[in-house]
């Protein structure tokens, strides 16, 4: 199965300033069916980025996803408030279907 | 709008089974794939199999081979997924999600499971 190691495991950034992401894969992802959780606290999942680079419905054009192959990164532009959370991505190309460890947004 | 609604908290006594529902409206239910993930407390994202509504057929995590069981009821749109022999590391919270293939869109609340002597 695909393992996915995600980088850093927290990152502690200011509102305004802009996060970067990584999700490295353990072989190639399949036609880039690479996808990006946020997870708050007591909350279910919520799909961000699927296709690695495309945004799901409602999703702000703040969060971007970009990267092929075994490289993957979200970034976000100007954090908000509300970005500080959990992240996680998946890889949905290949069977079993495999979510990275998550990396922690905190605030600094 | 779709809502997956899952059934409440559950404690079990270790070697017990649980049986976890998920029932979905605003959707047609056997057009979509229903994953089951879990999280264990503080920890990340596990899949877990996915059953076809339609068909009712399965694939599982090598993991939970031979102790996880997938079920549907289409007449009342509700998936189940049973989980036996259970033990101290199966307590996490269990949630179906609504599938494309294996990208997952839609989740339920989630349903605490707590396995303890």
């Known amino acids: 199965e695909i393992v996915l190691t995600q980088s850093p495991g927290t990152l502690s950034l200011s509102p305004g300033e802009r996060a970067t992401l990584s999700c490295r894969a353990s072989?190639?992802?399949?036609?880039?069916?690479l996808a990006w959780y946020q997870q708050k606290p007591g909350q279910a999942p919520r799909l961000l980025i699927y296709?690695?680079?495309s945004r799901a419905t409602g999703i702000p054009d703040r969060f971007s996803g970009s990267g092929s192959g075994t490289d993957f990164t979200l970034t976000i532009s100007r954090l908000e408030p509300e970005d500080f959370a959990v992240y996680y991505c998946q890889q949905y190309g290949s069977s079993p279907t495999t979510f990275g460890q998550g990396t922690r947004l905190e605030i600094k | 709008q779709v809502q997956l609604v899952q059934s409440g908290a559950e404690v079990k006594k270790p070697g017990a089974s649980v049986k976890v529902s998920c029932k979905a409206s605003?959707?047609?239910?056997?057009?979509?794939?229903m994953h089951w993930v879990r999280q264990a407390p503080g920890q990340g994202l596990e899949w877990m199999g996915r059953i076809n509504p339609n068909s009712g057929g399965t694939n599982y995590a090598q993991k939970f081979q031979g102790r996880v069981t997938m079920t549907r009821d289409t007449s009342i749109s509700t998936a189940y997924m049973e989980l036996s022999r259970l033990r101290s590391d199966d307590t996490a919270v269990y949630y179906c999600?609504?599938?494309?293939?294996?990208?997952?869109?839609?989740w339920g609340q989630g349903t605490l499971v707590t396995v303890s002597s």
């Open positions: 605003g959707y047609t239910f056997t057009g979509y794939y």
């Open positions: 072989q190639s992802v399949s036609s880039s069916y």
């Open positions: 999600a609504r599938g494309v293939g294996g990208l997952v869109i839609y």
């Open positions: 296709g690695a680079s």
